[in-house]
């Protein structure tokens, strides 16, 4: 499967080996995609150049990739159909069916 076009991976560090690392198919709100070995959810659906991750509960606001180490929630999405998975630190795994979490269900308090 081909990469995304909006393809952010960094191929190359001057101190960090990489290493050559299984490309991992999975899906984002219906849309195929490719990750890496290795990564997390979150760095991978970053690599393909997605930046909203999901909606506030109460504002409706975008949320997306901020502490990358499970402290925030910024990055919480439905991952095989559960809720409020931290994304920064959950490993991608070929396969997953990766969706974003609305506000579905919630007062609308705009
Ligand atoms: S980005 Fe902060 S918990 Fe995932």
Same mark, same amino acid.
């Given at each position: &499967?081909?990469?995304?076009?909006?393809? #952010?991976? *960094?191929?190359?560090?001057?101190?960090?080996?990489?290493?050559?690392?299984?490309? #991992?198919? $999975?899906? $984002? !709100?219906?849309?195929? &995609? @490719? +990750?890496?070995? +290795?990564?997390?959810? /979150?760095?991978?659906?970053? /690599?393909?150049? *997605?930046? %909203?991750?999901?909606?506030? $509960?109460?504002?409706?606001?975008?949320?997306?990739?901020?502490?990358? *180490?499970?402290?925030?929630?910024?990055? #919480?999405? *439905? =991952?095989?159909?559960?809720?409020? %998975?931290? @994304?920064?630190?959950?490993?991608?795994? /070929? +396969? &997953? %069916? %990766?969706?974003?979490? @609305? !506000?579905?269900?919630?007062? !609308? =308090? #705009?």
């Amino acid at each position: &499967m081909a990469e995304s076009q909006f393809h #952010l991976r *960094i191929e190359s560090h001057p101190i960090l080996d990489f290493g050559d690392r299984e490309p #991992l198919t $999975f899906t $984002f !709100d219906g849309q195929a &995609m @490719t +990750g890496r070995e +290795g990564d997390t959810i /979150a760095s991978a659906l970053h /690599a393909n150049g *997605i930046k %909203v991750l999901g909606y506030h $509960f109460k504002t409706g606001r975008p949320r997306g990739y901020y502490c990358a *180490i499970g402290n925030c929630s910024s990055c #919480l999405m *439905i =991952v095989d159909g559960k809720a409020n %998975v931290r @994304t920064c630190t959950e490993l991608l795994r /070929a +396969g &997953m %069916v %990766v969706e974003t979490q @609305t !506000d579905r269900g919630m007062p !609308d =308090v #705009l």
